[in-house]
């Protein structure tokens, strides 16, 4: 734990102007990012005597090494760098909103000739445009069958529209009038286009004046004794409002709005979002949080509309914001909303009317959310905490294993040899630092020696990660003061303008990223027996480190085995600790096996022109479609290999010395019937 003051800057080094500040710990990841209109006043508030802080900003400063701060013009400026830091590096102390699920969007891909309407999960593209999100995808399709009767957009994938369009057939949509049929002609471009931007706007909220339109018409046609075509204007009237009953209007004014509550405990907050388009919830949305970090209620609104809007723009910010609480600075969000929209944004929170009534539908939902995350959460933290316990007792340990990096070696009879380490923290999977290995040091098959080699790599990186940070040195430091800069020593790993309160500090190219080996884990774990621990466990006594523990779990029996143990450890079938060393090397198996089969997949289908430097994918298949296959390729002369466009002289050499070389010295024979296999098209024939 680090004494703050160890770090604290002088006050004359901070300036009193607006900034965004980081707070790093000594492995010089970014572990807190916060903004404030006076840097001075707001740094000083952590370096107060640690009993008067809050538990949270205490763990954090103790944790912290040293602080650097960038200075900006305006508060909205601030506002948007902390945004884009916390995006970026994923502090830990900072409020992170997670989405309990991947909400459905109903999208229509405005970017292509023949707009398609679909249901679409994860992160927004350019070029489409979205409505929702919804609870369940169900809802948006039940909807859009409902709306293709009177805007027959395309709903197919680009494989079918294709194939319809080769074939001059449209599917069964384009047969039963719910597709218009772009496919085969049956309307141009132009007016598809227009049938999507109806659809577009129908469901943006302007449904009253199409209605009304469709209704006009409708009379028109009885009035004119077209009744067979007012019948079915009645029918796509009633369609639409059916549609439109399935979102139910809350605002009798035709209000854009999102609403936006928020239910909080000591602990945990959820927050919930209502999107209101044209007076009717057209999405609804939420997130929980570990509350890591000293915040009220205004504070958890500002992240919930940081995360919310950071990366939206246009229309999708809406006109208002309602929300329960302002933020600390409310004229800067409100500035920050309106660059992001393009046009004014009102926040504020609903005092009277329907809009306070609907607020307090959204508290209710979200002190829902609250209850049901802490239920489901409270069994998953008491089994975790049981399973790491039981590991800590079993193998002897003095804490718990909060880091467990798990190793497996994959191969196919000695050929494409490859490692995997998956890593789990607090007993869930962090697949962002899992990594791969290629084994260098040898060939064929040896499962010992290649665990050897894959755990001496990585702790090897770890060394030199802890070297290069400065975490230990190899000769003793200088004990004597060193006098501290006027202004601060300049990180050139930093934003220009950036400066670090730590003068003891050497400068650094570091970015706060975290590292792919600079943690060291307080277990590995093998997929094996007594062998690969020892092999494990003599890699990491040739580099000095023996601060973490090694175990090693048997696929026969379940058998847990340690270094210089003649007897294995025996777990309980019912032990939540063995259960949980089961999914950490069956995650490892999976993902070793997973990167083998891709190696040996991808050395399969290379073939001798793969040895041609600087033959691209587009020139080989040239070759082969102007030849017919490699077989006629291989007899061709250098004069014939050069009448292929984009083929010169050179290449061709190097084609034709490639394919003499790779040549089989005798046919092939398929042993079972007897016959001659020849090559064709990179492949064989018989």
């Excluded at 709306?147 to 599917?171: E, H, I, Q, Y």
């Excluded at 490699?630 to 466009?645: F, G």
Aim: proline share 6%; hydrophobic share 35%.
């Amino acid at each position: 734990m680090a004494d703050p003051s160890s770090y604290r800057p002088k006050p004359g080094q901070i300036p009193d102007s607006p900034g965004v500040y980081k707070f790093r710990d000594e492995h010089r990841r970014v572990i807190y990012v916060g903004k404030a209109k006076n840097l001075r006043q707001r740094l000083a508030n952590y370096f107060q005597d640690l009993a008067a802080l809050h538990p949270r900003t205490r763990t954090m400063v103790t944790t912290a090494a040293s602080v650097e701060w960038t200075v900006v013009s305006t508060e909205v400026e601030a506002l948007q760098l902390e945004y884009s830091w916390i995006k970026e590096f994923d502090p830990r102390f900072n409020v992170k909103y997670r989405d309990d699920k991947s909400y459905p969007y109903l999208a229509v891909t405005l970017d292509e000739e023949f707009p398609r309407v679909q249901v679409m999960r994860g992160a927004k593209k350019k070029g489409v445009r979205y409505f929702g999100p919804y609870g369940h995808a169900w809802a948006i399709r039940e909807t859009v069958d409902l709306m293709l009767r009177v805007f027959p957009v395309r709903t197919c994938s680009a494989g079918v529209f294709k194939n319809a369009a080769r074939t001059g057939r449209p599917c069964l949509l384009g047969y039963i009038g719910k597709c218009s049929a772009p496919c085969v002609g049956r309307v141009t471009p132009e007016e598809h286009r227009e049938l999507a931007d109806d659809f577009c706007d129908f469901m943006a909220g302007r449904t009253g004046t199409y209605i009304r339109r469709l209704e006009k018409d409708m009379m028109a046609a009885a009035e004119e004794m077209e009744y067979e075509r007012a019948a079915r204007l009645r029918d796509d009237v009633e369609a639409l409002k059916r549609a439109m009953e399935k979102s139910a209007v809350v605002l009798a004014d035709a209000t854009d709005a999102d609403l936006i509550a928020v239910a909080e405990d000591e602990l945990e907050a959820a927050v919930q979002i209502f999107h209101v388009r044209g007076g009717r919830v057209r999405g609804q949305r939420g997130w929980v949080t570990d509350k890591v970090e000293n915040v009220d209620t205004s504070g958890l609104v500002e992240h919930a509309l940081q995360q919310l809007y950071g990366e939206e723009t246009g229309d999708s910010v809406p006109k208002e914001v309602l929300v329960p609480a302002l933020p600390e600075d409310p004229d800067a969000v409100s500035q920050w909303l309106a660059g992001r929209r393009g046009s004014q944004v009102s926040l504020r929170i609903p005092q009277r009317g329907d809009k306070k009534d609907l607020m307090a539908t959204v508290q209710r939902n979200a002190q829902q959310a609250l209850g049901l995350h802490k239920t489901k959460r409270a069994s998953d933290l008491t089994t975790r905490s049981r399973a790491l316990e039981e590991i800590a007792e079993a193998l002897g340990l003095d804490t718990a294993p909060l880091r467990i990096e798990c190793f497996d070696i994959s191969h196919l009879q000695g050929d494409d040899v490859v490692a995997s380490m998956v890593v789990f923290e607090d007993g869930l999977a962090r697949k962002g630092e899992y990594r791969r290995f290629q084994i260098k040091g040898f060939e064929g098959q040896d499962d010992v020696r290649s665990m050897h080699e894959v755990i001496g790599r990585r702790f090897k990186r770890y060394l030199q990660e802890k070297e290069r940070t400065g975490e230990w040195e190899e000769t003793p430091a200088p004990t004597g003061p060193v006098p501290a800069p006027q202004n601060g020593t300049t990180d050139p790993g930093a934003a220009s303008g950036t400066t670090v309160a730590d003068p003891d500090a050497e400068p650094r190219e570091d970015d706060g990223r975290p590292k792919r080996f600079a943690y060291p884990p307080q277990l590995v774990v093998v997929d094996g027996g007594q062998p690969q621990v020892a092999a494990a466990k003599r890699a990491l006594d040739e580099l000095g480190i023996d601060d973490i523990a090694v175990c090693g779990l048997a696929k026969r029996l379940e058998e847990v085995w340690l270094p210089d143990d003649d007897d294995p450890v025996v777990l309980p079938r019912s032990s939540e600790g063995l259960y949980l060393l089961q999914r950490v090397r069956d995650e490892a198996h999976r993902f070793a096996i997973t990167y083998q089969r891709a190696k040996r997949a991808k050395r399969i289908r290379s073939g001798p022109l793969d040895a041609v430097a600087g033959l691209g994918e587009t020139r080989k298949q040239a070759l082969i479609k102007h030849f017919g296959s490699v077989k006629k390729l291989r007899q061709a002369t250098i004069d014939e290999i050069c009448e292929v466009p984009g083929i010169g002289r050179r290449t061709a050499e190097s084609v034709a010395v490639a394919l003499a070389s790779a040549a089989p010295a005798a046919p092939a024979v398929n042993t079972a019937t007897g016959e001659i296999i020849e090559e064709d098209d990179g492949g064989t024939t018989t």
